[in-house]
């Protein structure tokens, strides 16, 4: 629940005036990094990831046109995949927010 709050606070902020005159394309792309094939995957995994989606689906009912697409990838528990996939959503698929990362390791990876 609180990843979904996370994710509804992030996207309200992009909600505002001066935020969605600054989105290209009128478009954001959220990146869900988690666990769905090890230890985390029960707490976390695919379900996070459709906790996003229905918060994306949410969101665009009051956006005014301001479109949220979600997207996901597996770390495997490893923090040089999880960077890796970090790395590559921001630098070349125009990722604007990356959540979830149950796994403490990754998570301090893909921050640095």
């Keep these: 629940m609180r990843k979904l709050l996370l994710l509804g606070c992030a996207l309200l902020g992009l909600s505002t005036g001066i935020a969605s005159a600054e989105v290209p394309g009128n478009s954001v792309k959220v990146g869900v990094l988690s666990d769905f094939s090890g230890p985390f995957s029960d ?6 990831l459709i906790a996003a989606q229905m918060a994306a689906e949410d969101f665009a009912k009051e956006s005014k046109g301001l479109k949220v697409e979600i997207i996901s990838a597996d770390h495997q528990n490893k923090p040089d995949v999880g960077s890796a996939i970090a790395r590559r959503w ?9 959540v979830d990362l149950p796994n403490s390791g990754v998570a301090l990876a893909v921050t640095r």
């Design 43 to 48: 707490q976390a995994g695919k379900g996070s």
């Design 90 to 98: 921001i630098d070349q698929e125009s990722v604007a927010a990356i």
